[in-house]
């Protein structure tokens, strides 16, 4: 039996920020990932495959702190 891929992503979580916040939370979450560019912080942003509960808790942690709760953050489906 294959093991299940799953797509995650967090662009839900910014329709939820105000335009002042949400160069912030890009650069917070481009320099968790290590993203060097716009186009690898969109490939991130709208489709992460099997990402880590770290790397999940952290993009959740920082969405947070700008009052967007977790539920709103993330679209995650089935690959």
């Known amino acids: 039996m294959a093991i299940p891929n799953y797509r995650y992503s967090f662009?839900?979580?910014f329709q939820k920020l105000t335009l002042a916040n949400a160069?912030?939370?890009k650069e917070e979450i481009?320099?968790?990932l290590g993203c060097t560019n716009d186009v690898m912080f969109c490939r991130r942003k709208n489709n992460y495959l099997?990402?880590?509960s770290v790397v999940y808790k952290?993009?959740?942690?920082i969405f947070s702190k700008?009052?967007?709760?977790?539920?709103d953050v993330w679209q995650i489906t089935k690959v």
């Open 58 to 61: 952290d993009i959740t942690d």
């Open 30 to 32: 481009c320099r968790l």
């Open 50 to 52: 099997n990402m880590s």
């Open 66 to 71: 700008y009052g967007v709760p977790e539920v």
């Open 11 to 13: 662009a839900p979580g």
């Open 23 to 25: 160069p912030k939370v």
